[in-house]
């Protein structure tokens, strides 16, 4: 796996139609959980998914976790992409939104969504997931677009499956 996941290349900031970007994901979903077998560290999983779906979803400007530090606070962790805002609370932007909601954000256009956090005036839409473990709220898994829309249903709800099966099904344990 010395070049990462076996997929087309396509340049980083395309965004292919919808139908392409979900067969690119459903052909690298083995390839992730193959990689990903038998590790137990969260920062390893973190991290190698991080850089697995930023090859996977060439349409992302950053793709990463935020997590749990605290009762109502997130902190950066293992990411693609420039920096980051380090600290989120629970009250703010969409990876708070969804922290506090524990529901999946899909954010077609940021500048509709109160409260955005702007830390990269680039960005367009966002998709933030929830990482539960045990029914608590461990982590998100953050991905943001530089154009509207960058991001469906379809997309978010294949990643749900994936974290669900990493983090807390434990069937990679
Ligand atoms: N725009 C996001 C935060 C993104 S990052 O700092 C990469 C939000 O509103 O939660």
């Known amino acids: 796996m010395s070049e990462g996941i076996l997929l087309a290349k396509v340049a980083r900031g395309t965004l292919l139609p919808e139908a392409e970007r979900v067969a690119r994901l459903q052909e690298a979903l083995p390839q992730i959980l193959a990689v990903l077998d038998g590790e137990t560290d969260d920062v390893a999983r ?3 998914l991080a850089c697995l779906l930023w090859e996977t979803m060439p349409q ?3 793709c990463g976790f935020y997590r749990r530090v605290g009762e109502q606070m997130l902190a950066v962790g293992p990411y693609q992409g420039g920096m980051g805002c380090l600290r989120i609370p629970f009250d703010r932007g969409v990876c708070g939104a969804c922290a506090r909601t524990e529901t999946t954000q899909l954010v077609p256009d940021v500048h509709t969504f109160p409260g955005h956090i702007a830390c990269d005036d680039a960005t367009r839409s966002e998709l933030v997931i929830p990482v539960k473990v045990g029914g608590r ?11 509207p829309e960058g991001f469906s249903a379809t997309e978010a ?10 983090f807390d099904q434990g069937l990679l344990r």
Not at 138 to 144: I, K, R
């Open 46 to 48: 973190q991290a190698t």
């Open 137 to 147: 709220l461990e982590a998100v898994l953050d991905l943001d677009c530089p154009y």
């Open 60 to 62: 992302t400007n950053w």
């Open 157 to 166: 709800a294949i990643l749900e499956d994936l974290l669900v099966h990493i």
